[in-house]
């Protein structure tokens, strides 16, 4: 298959279109071979690192947890099930803590992907999308992709994974055998910069580097610390300010206890 380039300008159109949608409702089409090396520049280009300062949104990515408000949040939503379920998590924590990289990603993958079923935005929350705060989820014990990869994502940091090497990816994915495609959300973990990341994925259990998976289109990528499309090394937005989703899960994750 003919391998497809991005121009920047093209790439910054469908990050500010996506981004203007306030969650992937409108996706941009699909653009050809999956991680092919060309495209692999979306995932693997880690440029300059906005601060979140700039938008007033530094306490909410970097403040410490409240457990006690944590657990008075599970307990008053969801119950005793609920408190448990945070006790769940939290030993998670406890479980992982000084753990290498790769005993880290595979824990916190499987407990999600284990505990969280898979369920459409309209089906939980009676909206057509909506991101849930990790502690919604776990809660709910059911989300969709941005669910599972914020959840896991937040639970990477809170066991001390530089921020810097996670990124939460949209790309479209391979319906099966299939030309027909769809939004969805993986988490990406780099281990340096500058190489292809590895893919935390509710839709497989196993973790596998993003070039061996050739069902999965990347369109852009963000995280706490920017916003990327196509092939640019640099930052294109301060997420809070492009994205309204995300600033308002860091605000009710903050209100919650979790930040």
Not at 3 to 23: F, I
Not at 117 to 122: A, E, G, K, P, Q
Not at 168 to 173: G, N, S, T
Request: hydrophobic share 40%; with cysteine; net charge neutral.
């Amino acid at each position: 298959m003919k391998t497809h380039v991005w121009p920047h300008r093209a790439a910054h159109y469908l990050c500010q279109a996506a981004c203007e949608t306030q969650g992937f409702l409108v996706p941009p089409p699909y653009l050809g071979n999956a991680f092919d090396p060309s495209r692999r520049r979306l995932l693997i280009g880690v440029g300059a690192t906005l601060l979140l300062s700039a938008s007033g949104m530094l306490g909410l990515a970097t403040g410490a947890m409240d457990p006690q408000r944590m657990r008075t949040t599970m307990t008053e939503r969801y119950g005793h099930q609920g408190a448990q379920t945070l006790d769940a998590w939290l030993n998670l924590l406890r479980k992982l803590e000084g753990r290498d990289i790769a005993d880290q990603l595979k824990g916190v993958n499987d407990f999600f992907n284990r505990r969280v079923r898979w369920l459409d935005d309209s089906q939980i929350w009676d909206e057509e999308d909506y991101w849930a705060t990790p502690l919604e989820t776990l809660g709910r014990g059911a989300g969709d992709c941005e669910d599972y990869s914020i959840a896991k994502y937040q639970t990477l940091k809170k066991l001390g994974v530089p921020g810097e090497r996670l990124r939460m990816i949209y790309v479209r994915a391979r319906l099966g055998r299939s030309s027909i495609t769809q939004a969805h959300m993986v988490l990406g973990y780099y281990a340096t910069p500058g190489v292809e990341p590895l893919v935390l994925d509710n839709l497989l259990p196993t973790i596998l580097p993003a070039g061996e998976r050739d069902d999965l289109s990347p369109v852009f990528s963000f995280s706490s610390d920017g916003l990327w499309a196509g092939g640019s090394s640099e930052s294109l937005a301060i997420p809070t300010q492009r994205l309204s989703r995300w600033r308002n899960v860091l605000l009710r994750m903050s209100a919650e206890g979790f930040l």
